[in-house]
C-alpha cells in the first residue's frame, strides 16, 4: 500500500510540474522580419555579415539564430563571393573617378 502511494504522489508531481511547452522560445516576428529584408536585398551577404548589420542597427540577436532564420526561410547561408572584373570596378566608380582632379597647376614656387 505504501508503495503504491509513493508512485502515486510522484506521478502526480512529475505530471505538475512538467513545462508546458518544452524548448527555447521562438524567435520574434519582428526579429526574423529585419533578418529576412536584407537577406533578400543583398544576396551575396552571408548570414555572419547580416548579423554584424544587426549589432550595428542595435539589434542583438545571436549569429547562430540568424543562420537558423535564413535556413529556415530556404535562404543560401554563405553564398558565393563573384570575383568583380577591373571593369566592373570602374564602372562601378565612374562617378568619384571623374570627380578627381587629374590636372596639374605650377605655381609661381613650383609647388
Known amino acids: 500500500m505504501l508503495r503504491w502511494h509513493r508512485d502515486l504522489v510522484a506521478?502526480?508531481?512529475?505530471?505538475?510540474?512538467?513545462p508546458k511547452r518544452p524548448g527555447r522560445p521562438r524567435t520574434v516576428l519582428s526579429i526574423r522580419a529585419l533578418v529576412l529584408?536584407?537577406?533578400r536585398e543583398n544576396p551575396t551577404w552571408g548570414y555572419r555579415r547580416l548579423h554584424g548589420?544587426?549589432?550595428?542597427?542595435?539589434?542583438?540577436?545571436?549569429?547562430?539564430?540568424?543562420?537558423?532564420?535564413l535556413r529556415e526561410a530556404g535562404i543560401d547561408l554563405a553564398p558565393e563571393q563573384t570575383s568583380?572584373?577591373?571593369?566592373?570596378?570602374?564602372?562601378?566608380?565612374?562617378?568619384?573617378?571623374?570627380a578627381c582632379d587629374f590636372f596639374e597647376t605650377v605655381t609661381l614656387t613650383g609647388a
Do not use: M, N, Y
Open 37 to 39: 529584408r536584407p537577406a
Open 11 to 18: 506521478r502526480r508531481h512529475a505530471a505538475e510540474s512538467k
Open 84 to 98: 568583380s572584373t577591373w571593369a566592373d570596378f570602374l564602372r562601378s566608380q565612374a562617378d568619384a573617378l571623374l
Open 53 to 69: 548589420e544587426l549589432l550595428v542597427l542595435g539589434v542583438k540577436v545571436a549569429a547562430s539564430t540568424v543562420w537558423e532564420i
